[in-house]
């Protein structure tokens, strides 16, 4: 079954905007997608039946992903992960710019967020990611920016 990956944009909803404030673009969310089933992390990960119109007002773009994912894998670390969403990564990424003048390294606080999430899955999968696991994650802005690369799409940080 082809594996996708998928990003949701939106300038106009709540954390589109606070995204944009903290890593320069709009893309607040993204996941995997295997047939009709995408496989994200809310308050801890899931999985729930795809459907773009889940995303009202948001541009949602999809990549082929650079490798396969079995879905059972997916379905086990779904049932048996104990981490919760990473707020303190999310909120991490509003003073990275101070602690890269400073020269200071960032971390991971701990929990999951989507794009680390996405990233680990692939590279349990066998992916060769330019991030390492269990480091700081990339936000969904720079994941998108890396498929927005790779595929060669023009994304334009002004859309929806």
């Known amino acids: 079954m082809d594996t996708k990956i998928v990003f949701i944009v939106n300038k106009r909803k709540f954390f589109g905007i606070l995204t ?3 890593t320069g673009c709009h893309c607040y969310h993204c996941g995997i997608l ?6 994200d992390v809310s308050w801890r990960r899931r999985r729930s039946e795809w459907s773009p119109e889940s995303y009202p007002n948001a541009k949602v773009i999809v990549f082929d992903s650079p490798i396969e994912i079995d879905e059972k894998i997916l379905i086990n670390k779904m049932m048996s992960s ?51 696991k269990k480091r700081h994650p990339p936000s ?7 498929f927005a690369n790779h595929y060669n799409y023009k994304y334009d940080n002004n859309e929806r």
């Open 20 to 22: 944009r404030i903290f």
């Open 140 to 146: 969904p802005c720079k994941m998108l920016s890396y």
């Open 82 to 132: 104990k981490e919760t969403y990473g707020i303190l990564n999310y909120f991490l990424y509003a003073i990275k710019p101070f602690f890269r003048a400073l020269k200071i390294p960032m971390w991971n606080m701990g929990g999951i967020i989507c794009s680390e999430q996405v990233n680990e899955d692939l590279i349990d999968a066998g992916w060769h990611s330019p991030w390492e």
């Open 34 to 39: 295997i047939g009709d089933n995408f496989y």
